[in-house]
């Protein structure tokens, strides 16, 4: 709002000049005072609409079910900004490939309980280390990541 009243000063001002100096020449230079005027008012309320201070999240992540190769694995996601509050609405992506060979997780499925909690599932289908990859995104907030080493059993 400071870059608001201060780009609205200036054009005023310069308006102002322009009728106290040039007399009769100010009716063809008026309209695009207003013209700019206009422009700077309506990119300032865009601008201020869509800007979106970038805060950073806090992703916690518990693992709620043994971690055993014939059943899904739970994980459980809490996403809450620097002050505790929690995130909803955001996306979840997860990863899982184990770490002594070259495969990757079958099938991964997220769900939002509400209140910044989310359950992720993940298919670990061979006892081994697996590696998971977690990263939650937010509107108006930074990325945020975690890794997770598990043994399979
Ligand atoms: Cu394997």
């Not at 709002?1 to 200036?10: D, G, K, Q, S």
């Not at 971690?67 to 900004?81: C, G, M, N, R």
């Not at 998971?132 to 997770?148: E, T, V």
Request: hydrophobic share 50%; proline share 5%.
């Amino acid at each position: 709002m400071i870059i608001y009243a201060l780009y609205l000063e200036i054009i005023i001002d310069t308006n102002n000049v322009v009728v106290t100096l040039l007399g009769d020449a100010v009716m063809r230079i008026r309209p695009f005072f207003w013209c700019l005027l206009a422009f700077v008012c309506i990119s300032t309320l865009v601008f201020a609409a869509s800007y979106r201070t970038h805060a950073p999240n806090i992703l916690q992540v518990r693992i709620v079910q043994g971690l055993v190769s014939d059943k899904p694995a739970i994980i459980e996601v809490s996403l809450t900004d620097t002050q505790g509050l929690p995130i909803e609405h955001a996306q979840i992506f997860s990863h899982a490939h184990m770490t002594n060979m070259d495969m990757p997780t079958q099938e991964i499925r997220t769900k939002s309980l509400g209140q910044g909690q989310y359950i992720v599932q993940l298919h670990l289908f061979m006892a081994g280390p697996w590696a998971i990859d977690l990263k939650a995104q937010a509107d108006g907030f930074l990325p945020s990541q975690q890794s997770l080493c598990v043994q399979v059993e």
